[in-house]
């Protein structure tokens, strides 16, 4: 009898050993980026949102990049090297042992499906948990060419075909193989293990494990998917329509959940940006990874945001830069050309227009003014700067860090501040104006004199 009563036990097998040279790239092909992380992340991320308790990534020799980065998305994976690219079932059984440790469900999913959807995965999950040994995930291309076509008698899946050695009839069928498969633990790999490579290939095709599974008297199943669930990408023109995919998907994520976005497709998501009620985001913004934005924000058009916080009613741009650190409290105005790095904004502070703040706090209900920026970089190190509430930074003012501004201090317009200014001081550093009465008309004339001469020489 099944124990319904236990959760059941995924075993994730992560296909990543793609050697993506159609991508014409030095990267690997699983770790391009969507949507703000890698194909390999989405992945992942999928994963263990449908249960992956445990996560097996297959990657080719010399991967260390992709290691990495399947570990830095899920802590527990482990590593196998498919050390020679001999097919799809035969990368599977890298993982052998992950696959002899046993799950009740094993999942095998391929690296370069971004767009796969938890609940897909659940989908086939639960036809595993319904005695199905195989479970396939089944789609209507547009165009089927190059894909395994799904072979069924009336409802029953007997084999996958591969195009190459599929007859013309079976060529006709417009169900295909997604390619993403589910196998029951305990079958999985006396079903693997009988894959041979007889075809044209020469590969171990993970497809046969439908034809095999028949004649050991177990079931396959279809679960007919919508085609992004199944997207690859091969090339860097699948890599955009991916991202656009995805974009729609985040988009309209968005909007359900209350954002109001002018014009959605000028828009740009990361998976992980967070949105409070009536956030509203003018056309041509682009969120990268880590952004939160709580209530009643706007954020006007032409800003780029990266792992920023945006408070409460605060103002972004237009033309506003969030780089990673920039954290605005509420209420806060952030105006045209200016660029916020590693800083803490505090609630009702203001920067308007034309101005950098990194590595520094702007407290709360200070000003900083137009053309001013903080010098915190002195060409080895990096330097704090930190402004006091309701201080005032006078237009074209260079704070050189490391310094101090305090409570309600005044710098005047122009100065270069190398000295910490005190609380409600004023702090002066610049040339003062010599004014000489009449000197203008001195200066006309003289030009007037040499302009004549040189006329006159011609
Ligand atoms: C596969 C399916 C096909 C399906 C299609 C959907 C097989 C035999 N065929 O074909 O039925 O319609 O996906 O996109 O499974 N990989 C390795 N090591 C290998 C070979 C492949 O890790 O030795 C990985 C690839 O990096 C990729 C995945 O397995 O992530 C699929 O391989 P690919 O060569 O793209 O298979 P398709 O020919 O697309
Ligand atoms: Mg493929």
Known sequence: ????????????????????????????????????????????????????????????????????????????????????????????????????????????????????????????????????????????????????????????????????????????????NGGLMAFAGATALSILEKIGNDNRKAEFYLTDAVAIARTMKLKSVVIETEEDDVRGINTKAQLAETETALQQRLRKAAMEAGVTLVAPETVFLATDTKFGRDVVVEPFVVFGPGVTVEDNAVIRSFSHLDQAHVGRGTLVGPYARLRPGAKLGADVHIGNFVEIKESIIEDGAKANHLAYIGDARLGAGSNFGAGAIVCNYDGAAKYRTDIGKGAFIGSNAALVAPVSIGDGAYVATGSVITDDVPANALAIARERQVVKADGASRIWAIKAAAKAKSGAKK
């Open 1 to 176: 009898m099944v124990d319904r009563t236990r959760p059941r036990t995924c075993l994730a097998v992560v296909l990543a050993a793609g050697e993506g040279t159609r991508m014409r790239s030095a990267l690997p092909k699983v770790l391009h980026r969507i949507a703000g992380r890698s194909l390999l992340a989405h992945v992942l991320a999928a994963v263990q949102a449908a249960g992956g308790s445990s996560v097996a990534v297959v990657v080719g020799p010399d991967a260390d990049a992709v290691s990495t980065e399947a570990k830095r998305n899920a802590a527990a994976a482990e590593i196998h090297i498919q050390s020679e690219r001999r097919g799809t079932a035969h990368a599977v059984l890298a993982a052998k042992g992950a696959l002899t440790r046993g799950a009740d469900d094993v999942l095998v999913i391929f690296g370069d499906t971004p767009l796969i959807r938890p609940q897909t995965l659940l989908q086939m999950r639960d036809a595993l948990a319904k005695g199905a040994a195989v479970a396939v995930l089944g789609f209507r291309p547009k165009e089927p060419t190059g894909y395994g076509r799904l072979v069924m008698d009336g409802n029953n899946l007997v084999a996958i075909r591969e195009e190459l050695d599929a007859t013309p009839a079976e060529r006709a069928i417009d169900l295909c």
